[in-house]
């Protein structure tokens, strides 16, 4: 009879507990977890869903000769595994406590198999052997007949290394005997633009769009496709397919063109396995831009046979504009918001304007006008109570129209965080969202950034890497996740992560913003002068950049920072939170609260970070600073 290969590790969440090197692995990054609590996750992480009693875990782990309390061993060893999974226990997401009995792990878990090469090359078998493979994570989920056929299939697993060497003992290969638990990893790349006409870059820049967001709905479960802004990065590039694959971690690209002949136009489309470069697909259709909705359905089926993959019966039939005209104007829309600049979001919102007028029921293009409103507001270019109303008022219509429009929750769950510091009602909207769409950057983005708000660090990480996970290039991504090793205390950790994004992306401001706020708070004068130099550059005109340049020169770097503090012109601070930092930065903490009083008034978005800010840890003891940030968790409700 066949033997089931071994399992060589659990994935549940970001997490993979690798049998062959002892280790747990967050989103490819180490997790130090002692010989004790990686043998308890182990031991609950074989059996997800079951509850494992306390004397079951004494007798695997304390065996009778080991002379231990048990009890305080075992509960010393949950906390450090509590710590390392970032798990709460009155909420807990991976680990229940049965009280009085034992604990159950509540997580999906997935096994893997020692035939990760077989499973990538031939991605139809893996599929097959594969079946179902997300386990059962939930009491009363398991099914006797899976829990017996599980017990079936246990099997010993021979010298594991390092802590699970010497209490594994017996790993259970589950029932549906995974082969590779990983999906089929895709990245389409942007459209190339053969026309010879530059005005219809936005079709080829809306063809990339539409096919990525029909390929992450075509078959989530067993295929990643990386976000439109990781993507986008490589536009006219000429590095070979093996170099942007492995930079985008994915195996295959999806290539494409637009040509136009006359009247009509010609869309050319490949898929190309990265690793050998073969070329397992290729077509070419013609037709006019009316036809832009056929086309991509034809090539989402037509990849999706090339990879063997099953396509499920939707709930639901994509909703198609009944003009073409509001689709065009869609498209248009979303290549100016792709730019984020000033102009590019005005040109947004009268093309997303635009397409809602011609068809009231474009639920899409009432989302990405609520995101276009909420992102003016973040970068200042609208009034915070305009941004408020405008975007607010955008995703309930948007909803209104398709209650299951994940960008709408993701933007009602931004707007109810930023302008309204609603967090309770912001978190239940972006949770709606990853639920109807677990692979949304925006969702994952703006949770992470209001559980950081809250201090939830641990849970703000996470989300953070299920960002990048599927858009693992993009700036602002890898900027914010500097930004919440800031706020965690981990600034050697900021500035590395801030730096990379640097020297990947010299231009990009945020990056230096939030340089210049660690370097800053860590008295780190030279470096905030560099940076703050290079911000000033950014935002103000050379007559301002040389009144602040000259300050510095009679005063030094806290004469700097009050000039630009002190402008009458609120772009030339961005906002009055940052004029705020930039007073706490030169020492002066009366002006800094002012600033904080002025931000409150007017209910500036960029208000809800103060309280956990690192920036003003030099104000938190004052009783200005306390009623201010008493106020914004009232409004909260936190």
Request: glycine share 8%.
């Amino acid at each position: 009879m066949a033997t089931s290969p071994p399992v060589s590790g659990y994935c549940f969440g970001p997490f993979t507990l690798d049998l062959r090197s002892g280790e747990l692995i967050r989103n490819g990054r180490r997790v130090h977890l002692q010989e004790k609590p990686c043998s308890l996750l182990l031991a609950l992480a074989q059996r997800p869903g079951e509850m494992i009693t306390r004397s079951e875990l004494h007798a695997r782990l304390w065996p009778e000769d080991t002379f231990v309390d048990f009890e305080d061993g075992l509960n010393t060893a949950m906390r450090k595994l509590r710590e390392a999974l970032g798990d709460d226990i009155q909420s807990p997401r991976y680990i229940e406590t049965v009280r009085g009995r034992g604990y159950r792990f509540l997580a999906p878990v997935e096994a893997t198999v020692l035939t990760e090469e077989s499973a990538e090359d031939h991605p139809a078998e893996a599929e097959k052997s594969a079946g179902s493979v997300s386990m059962p994570g939930q009491v009363g989920e398991a099914t006797p007949q899976i829990r017996a056929n599980s017990r079936r299939l246990r099997l010993s697993v021979a010298a594991l290394v390092g802590c699970l060497v010497a209490t594994a003992g017996i790993a259970s290969i589950q029932h549906w005997r995974t082969a590779h638990a990983r999906r089929i990893s895709v990245a389409v790349l942007p459209f190339a633009n053969m026309t010879g006409d530059p005005s219809r870059d936005y079709v080829c820049n809306g063809i990339t769009e539409e096919l990525i967001a029909r390929f992450a709905h075509l078959a989530p479960k067993h295929l990643r496709v990386i976000a439109p802004g990781s993507a986008e990065m490589y536009a006219h590039s000429s590095e070979p397919a093996q170099q942007i694959a492995r930079e985008l971690n994915v195996r295959y690209l999806i290539e494409g063109s637009l040509q136009q002949q006359g009247a009509n136009i010609r869309v050319a489309a490949q898929l190309v396995r990265a690793r050998d470069q073969s070329r397992l697909w290729a077509n070419v259709y013609d037709g006019d831009l009316s036809n832009q909705f056929e086309f991509e359905s034809s090539v989402a089926e037509a990849v999706a046979h090339a990879l063997s993959l099953r396509i499920p019966a939707l709930s639901q039939a994509e909703y198609k504009p009944a003009k073409y005209e509001a689709h065009d104007a869609y498209l248009k829309g979303l290549y100016d918001l792709s730019q984020r600049s000033k102009s590019g979001f005005e040109n947004a919102i009268e093309s997303f304007g635009e397409a809602v007028a011609i068809d009231p029921k474009y639920a899409a293009a009432y989302a990405q006008l609520a995101v276009t409103y909420n992102l003016m507001g973040q970068y200042n270019w609208m009034s915070p109570g305009n941004a408020r109303s405008q975007g607010w008022g955008a995703a309930k219509q948007a909803l209104s129209v398709d209650p299951g429009q994940a960008e709408a929750h993701a933007a009602l769950g931004l707007s109810l965080w930023f302008y309204r510091w609603n967090l309770a009602g912001a978190e239940n909207e972006f949770r709606k969202a990853i639920a109807l769409d677990p692979d949304n950057v925006d969702a994952h983005h703006w949770y992470s950034q209001m559980l950081m708000t809250s201090g939830r660090f641990s849970e703000a990480e996470e989300q953070m890497q299920a960002a990048l996970e599927t858009d693992p290039r993009s700036p602002i991504l890898r900027t914010n996740l500097g930004w919440l090793y800031f706020f965690e205390g981990k600034n050697s950790s900021a500035v590395a992560q801030l730096q990379s994004v640097v020297k990947e992306n010299p231009d990009f401001l945020t990056a230096h913003y939030k340089l210049w706020y660690v370097y800053s708070s860590e008295g780190d004068r030279a470096r905030a002068w560099e940076e703050f130099q290079w911000v000033i550059r950014s935002i103000t005109d050379p007559e301002h950049e040389g009144k602040i340049e000259d300050a510095y020169a009679a005063g030094g770097y806290a004469a700097a920072l009050e000039s630009l503090a002190g402008s009458d012109d609120p772009k030339y601070y961005g906002s009055r939170v940052d004029a705020a930092r930039c007073m706490v930065f030169a020492g002066d903490r009366g002006g800094a609260l002012r600033d904080l009083e002025s931000a409150y008034e007017v209910h500036e978005g960029w208000l809800i970070y103060a309280p956990q800010d690192p920036a003003f840890a030099s104000l938190r003891t004052d009783a200005r600073f306390q009623s201010i940030v008493a106020s914004v968790r009232t409004s909260s409700g936190g």
